[in-house]
């Protein structure tokens, strides 16, 4: 083997070598730390780097992908956590009130059948809509408290389904690769809850629109319950807007995952990751010469 040749295979296990120490460590920085490595677009921050609760708001109408920037800041975390929950909860209190209103203007209020009587009784529904039987006439819902057990049904109990999930959520962000604290993983989940509220409330005129419709024009029991229904259900609708938000904000932090994951082979050995000439037999003749 001449010079050449030995110089060639120097350089070509030295360049192996740190093909194989870059593919063995992990990267363990947080996702906040690292800069995207995707194809979007310039965002210029320098005006969102602390932004009170209207800018927030409008960074979640207008402007995404900078809030996906602003989130793998992690000084930013304190600041737009309780801002982005605050943002939800006012988005589903207004939702209950302005349900409230529709069921009372419409003379009609959910109640729900225990599980126990749907089972034994298959004719009963699991949800009816009866009128509104109270002295107080059709405001008894506002006076008893029931309008407001309606408005923290839904303020509370969907921002509490969506704490059941944080756990799932960062399991499975670890096992795929990505490099997330907790804490990331909630202020994507509570962003997520907000657009989702944002959504909601952009979606109420219109469902109102239609409600005061129905309920003026007298268009039937059948459509009126129907409406109903579908008012009560529009949280879980709007809800698709925050999934796929969470869906996107996790996909720009798929940067912090190995760079060999995907192509990482389950059960093989380290140390021919680290030196990958050595598993290549060489063929040397009876002089001692190797090729």
């Given at each position: 083997?001449?010079?050449?040749?030995?110089?060639?295979r120097?350089?070509?296990?030295?360049?192996m070598?740190?093909?194989?120490?870059?593919?063995?460590?992990?990267?363990?920085?947080?996702?906040?730390?690292r800069e995207?490595?995707?194809?979007?677009?310039?965002?210029?921050?320098?005006?969102?780097?602390?932004?009170?609760?209207?800018?927030l708001?409008?960074l979640?109408?207008?402007?995404?992908?900078?809030?996906h920037?602003?989130?793998?800041r992690q000084?930013?975390?304190?600041?737009?956590?309780?801002?982005?929950?605050?943002?939800?909860?006012?988005?589903?209190?207004l939702?209950g009130?302005?349900?409230?209103?529709v069921?009372?203007?419409?003379?009609?209020?959910?109640?729900l059948?225990?599980?126990?009587?749907?089972?034994?009784?298959?004719t009963?529904?699991?949800?009816?809509?009866?009128?509104?039987?109270s002295?107080?006439?059709?405001i008894?819902?506002w006076?008893?408290?029931?309008?407001?057990?309606?408005?923290?049904a839904?303020a509370f109990g969907?921002v509490?389904?969506?704490?059941?999930?944080?756990?799932?959520?960062?399991f499975?962000?670890l096992?795929a690769?990505?490099?997330?604290s907790?804490?990331e993983?909630?202020v994507?989940a509570?962003?997520?809850?907000?657009?989702?509220?944002?959504?909601?409330?952009?979606?109420?005129?219109?469902?109102?629109?239609?409600?005061m419709?129905?309920?003026i024009?007298?268009?039937?029991?059948y459509?009126?319950?129907?409406?109903?229904f579908?008012?009560?259900?529009?949280?879980?609708i709007?809800g698709?807007?925050?999934?796929?938000?969470?869906?996107?904000?996790?996909l720009?932090?798929?940067?912090?995952?190995?760079?060999?994951?995907?192509?990482?082979?389950p059960?093989?050995s380290r140390?021919?990751?680290?030196?990958?000439?050595?598993?290549?037999?060489?063929?040397?003749?009876?002089?001692?010469r190797?090729?």
């Amino acid at each position: 083997m001449n010079a050449a040749e030995y110089a060639t295979r120097v350089r070509n296990r030295q360049a192996m070598d740190a093909e194989a120490t870059i593919c063995q460590g992990y990267d363990t920085e947080s996702a906040n730390e690292r800069e995207s490595t995707f194809a979007v677009e310039e965002v210029n921050l320098t005006e969102v780097k602390e932004p009170n609760t209207l800018g927030l708001v409008e960074l979640l109408l207008k402007n995404r992908r900078g809030l996906h920037q602003l989130l793998r800041r992690q000084t930013a975390h304190a600041g737009l956590l309780p801002r982005l929950l605050a943002i939800s909860i006012v988005g589903f209190v207004l939702f209950g009130v302005t349900m409230s209103l529709v069921l009372t203007v419409s003379n009609r209020w959910p109640s729900l059948t225990a599980i126990a009587t749907v089972i034994d009784h298959p004719t009963h529904g699991l949800i009816s809509f009866d009128p509104i039987h109270s002295p107080w006439g059709k405001i008894g819902p506002w006076v008893n408290g029931q309008a407001i057990v309606l408005t923290g049904a839904y303020a509370f109990g969907l921002v509490a389904a969506s704490c059941v999930a944080l756990p799932s959520l960062y399991f499975y962000c670890l096992l795929a690769g990505v490099r997330m604290s907790m804490l990331e993983v909630v202020v994507h989940a509570v962003k997520a809850k907000s657009i989702a509220a944002v959504a909601l409330v952009g979606i109420l005129p219109i469902y109102v629109a239609v409600a005061m419709g129905v309920v003026i024009f007298h268009a039937g029991e059948y459509l009126l319950q129907l409406t109903i229904f579908v008012g009560l259900i529009l949280p879980f609708i709007a809800g698709f807007w925050g999934t796929a938000s969470l869906y996107l904000g996790f996909l720009q932090l798929c940067d912090t995952m190995p760079a060999d994951s995907e192509t990482r082979a389950p059960n093989t050995s380290r140390a021919h990751t680290s030196r990958p000439w050595m598993s290549v037999p060489s063929q040397c003749d009876g002089d001692g010469r190797c090729s």
